[in-house]
């Protein structure tokens, strides 16, 4: 285990209820992983309240008045960069990173998709397994590369799909795993056995399998 702590930047936009799981776990497990500062693309985000009550530093940059996505990426780098992170967790932060800021960060940008990737990039994803007529669904924690929702696997769990589920029964229940799953990935890599090698996520210097670490109910 490292010997410093695991300085960790959380980017969102929304109500921030991974990182409210990442802070609860850090918490109650003594995790090596230390929340150094959440940023938001939106001054309404919730999340960032989350932030101030657990006594973390917030910073919002909103995208209004930039020139486009380089512009405003380059300006978040900057501010990410201010907190001097170890680590860099996307938490439903919803905007499409340029290939400048994901090159950055390589080997230490964390996304978490509600699917079982590769299946259901982008949006919708719980109507989407429903329409398809899946038994199974669930969330994964990748490590973010320049395609989208498409980086190394590190950890996927498993939701089995119920014959009364509407979409959001079923994102209820794949968010439950959410708030598992982020944590774990984020200590493994806080502890130093997650890493992004030339083929892809390695755990303890073993290749993860190409769904990553797969928990099953």
Same mark, same amino acid.
């Given at each position: 285990?490292?010997?410093?702590? @695991?300085?960790?930047?959380? *980017?969102?936009?929304?109500?921030? +209820?991974?990182?409210?799981?990442?802070?609860?776990?850090?918490?109650?497990?003594?995790?090596?992983?230390?929340?150094?500062?959440?940023?938001?693309?939106?001054?309404?985000? /919730? &999340?960032?309240?989350?932030?101030?009550?657990? %006594?973390?530093?917030?910073? =919002?940059?909103?995208? %209004? &008045?930039?020139?486009?996505?380089?512009? /405003?990426?380059?300006?978040?780098?900057?501010? =990410?960069? +201010? /907190?001097?992170?170890?680590? =860099? =967790?996307?938490?439903? $932060?919803?905007?499409?990173? +340029?290939?400048?800021?994901?090159?950055? /960060?390589?080997?230490?940008? *964390?996304?978490?998709?509600?699917?079982?990737?590769?299946?259901?990039?982008?949006?919708?994803?719980?109507?989407?397994?429903?329409?398809?007529?899946?038994?199974?669904?669930? @969330?994964?924690?990748? $490590?973010?590369?320049?395609?989208?929702?498409?980086?190394?696997?590190?950890?996927?769990?498993?939701?089995?799909?119920?014959?009364?589920?509407?979409?959001?029964?079923l994102a209820q229940r794949v968010h439950r795993q959410e708030h598992q799953i982020y944590p774990l990935a984020v200590r493994w890599f806080a502890e130093g056995r997650l890493r992004l090698g030339d083929h892809g996520a390695l755990l303890d210097g073993q290749p993860l399998a190409a769904s990553g670490h797969l928990i099953r109910p």
């Amino acid at each position: 285990m490292p010997s410093k702590s @695991c300085n960790v930047v959380v *980017l969102l936009s929304g109500s921030g +209820s991974n990182l409210q799981a990442l802070i609860d776990s850090n918490r109650a497990e003594g995790s090596p992983a230390r929340i150094g500062a959440v940023i938001a693309n939106r001054a309404d985000a /919730y &999340g960032l309240e989350r932030a101030r009550a657990a %006594g973390i530093d917030t910073a =919002v940059l909103e995208h %209004g &008045g930039f020139a486009g996505r380089e512009a /405003y990426d380059t300006a978040l780098m900057h501010l =990410v960069d +201010s /907190y001097a992170p170890d680590l =860099v =967790v996307l938490a439903g $932060f919803m905007r499409i990173l +340029s290939g400048g800021f994901v090159r950055h /960060y390589h080997g230490r940008l *964390l996304n978490i998709h509600p699917s079982l990737l590769p299946k259901y990039k982008g949006l919708h994803t719980h109507q989407r397994a429903l329409e398809a007529g899946d038994t199974e669904h669930g @969330c994964s924690v990748h $490590f973010v590369t320049e395609e989208l929702d498409g980086g190394p696997l590190v950890v996927q769990a498993v939701v089995a799909v119920a014959p009364g589920d509407d979409a959001q029964s079923l994102a209820q229940r794949v968010h439950r795993q959410e708030h598992q799953i982020y944590p774990l990935a984020v200590r493994w890599f806080a502890e130093g056995r997650l890493r992004l090698g030339d083929h892809g996520a390695l755990l303890d210097g073993q290749p993860l399998a190409a769904s990553g670490h797969l928990i099953r109910p």
